[in-house]
Every structure is written in C-alpha cells, then in structure tokens.
Nanobody, 123 residues
C-alpha cells in the first residue's frame, strides 16, 4: 500500500528556512520521479519541484534559487529545503508520486499524494 507522509511545516518569519520531509512506504521511492506541489489560500495547487528517477531536478520559476529538492534512498524519503522564505510561499505543501517507476510524468500525471503540511511565512 503506497503511503506518503509529509512533515516539517510550520510558522517562520520572512527570510527564514524550513526543510520538508516526505516519508514514502509501500514502494521504493528512489525508482520513481517524485514531486512537491503547493496550494496557497484561495489558489489552485501548483507545481513546485520534482526530482526524476535519474536524479535530475526542475523547479518552478517562483522558487528557483531558493528551494532545493533531494532524496535519501536508504530512508525512502524526499526532502524540500526551503530558504529565504517569503509570505508568497505560504501554502499547504504536498509530495506526490506517479503510478509507475522509471517514468517522468507530466504535471497532471501524479497518482499518489500525501496529506500535506502547512507552511506559513510571516512578514
């Protein structure tokens, strides 16, 4: 049974940092392209970053240079290091995985989702 559990969210002042974690179970996440999405108040869910099964990474322009995605295969865990956080980054952050390994999905092709973790950035 595939399960994704995010943690690490919280309240931080502008300019601060947080590291989100996504613990995967029921599958070997290192063989999958994994992604982070977020949904701000009153907004649609948007793509933040992804790391492919080959290790390549991409970022949304809004977080490029401030956020870093990584993974630890031994711990079956995905991370998102968020630096220089701004109030516009306030959102619920979700990790996601596609249905099959060794495949890089389009933004709308993620099947498994965590429950989300709240990040709030105060000015």
């Amino acid at each position: 049974q595939v399960q994704l559990v995010e943690s690490g969210g919280g309240l931080v002042q502008a300019g601060g940092s947080l590291r989100l974690s996504c613990a995967a179970s029921g599958f070997t996440s290192s063989a999958y392209t994994m992604a982070w999405f977020r949904q701000g108040p009153g907004k649609e869910r948007e793509f933040v970053s992804r790391i492919s099964y080959t290790g390549s990474t991409i970022y949304a322009d809004s977080v490029k240079g401030r956020f870093t995605i990584s993974r630890n295969g031994a711990k079956n865990t995905l991370y998102l290091q968020m630096d220089n956080l701004q109030p516009k980054d306030t959102a619920v952050y979700y990790c996601a995985a596609p249905q099959r390994p060794l495949y890089t999905p389009g933004i709308s092709d993620y099947t498994y989702w965590g429950q989300g973790t709240q990040v709030t950035v105060s000015s």
